[in-house]
């Protein structure tokens, strides 16, 4: 069975930092492509970046509003993702969600999601 | 990049069927895209991904009352004999070789 564990959630001041973890089982991690996709209150769904697996070359892609202050990276030791967040804006108050998608899975799955929560 | 347009809001009664759309933006026609449900107050859940072709594939787990057809630009999701914890909000996805992209999401009340 798929399964997508987050953690790191939490409230942080304008300006700080947080990383959320996603700890993945019951799929071959290692050649799958990650998302990272959020939603702010009483809003819809909002992708923020993907990490392409390390032999498909590993890189990653980042939607405008977080370029250049989040950071998507995996451990593949340790069937891990996570989102590095950076210079934090009251506008990134979400609950954030990892995600696979169908481009390397047979079937998209969604992690359990973590509230963010940026204020001062 | 594509842009995915929903309408914001239908409704259906029970045990009756509803048809939602997911319409592509010009030259992105041919784009498989993939529905989402989002019950309130949980994780969106993954229903199915469809193609251009009419083709779809279910998630693990996910009833048979739900099916996908295209026609055009046009992804629909129909839902057949509506229960009352099928209402929920319906996004569409779809993805570029760089960016994913998300409807605004349908939300479906049951009447």
């Known amino acids: 069975e798929v399964q997508l564990v987050q953690s790191g959630g939490g409230l942080v001041k304008p300006g700080g930092s947080l990383r959320l973890s996603c700890e993945a089982s019951?799929?071959?991690?290692?050649?799958?492509?990650m998302n990272w996709v959020r939603q702010a209150p009483r809003k819809g769904l909002e992708w923020v970046g993907r990490i392409k697996s390390k032999i498909d070359g590993g890189t990653t892609d980042y939607a405008v509003p977080v370029k250049g202050r989040f950071t998507i990276s995996r451990d593949d030791s340790k069937n891990t993702l996570y989102l590095q967040m950076n210079s934090l804006r009251t506008d990134d108050t979400a609950v954030y969600y990892c995600?696979?998608?169908?481009?390397?899975?047979?079937?998209?799955?969604w992690g359990q999601g973590a509230l963010v929560t940026v204020s001062s | 990049q594509p842009v995915l347009t929903q309408s914001s809001s239908a409704s259906a009664s029970l045990g009756s069927s509803v048809k939602l759309t997911c319409t592509l933006s010009s030259g992105h026609s041919s784009y498989t895209i993939a529905w989402h449900q989002q019950q309130p107050g949980k994780a969106p859940r993954y229903l199915m991904e469809l193609e251009g072709s009419g083709n779809y594939n279910r998630g693990s787990g996910v009833p048979d009352h739900f099916s996908g057809s295209s026609s055009g630009a046009d992804r629909y999701l129909t839902i057949f004999n509506i229960q009352s914890e099928d209402e929920a909000v319906y996004y569409c996805e779809t993805w570029d070789s760089n960016t994913w992209v998300f409807g605004g999401g349908t939300k479906l009340t049951v009447l």
């Open positions: 019951g799929f071959t991690f290692t050649d799958t492509w």
């Open positions: 995600h696979i998608p169908t481009v390397t899975s047979a079937g998209a799955y």
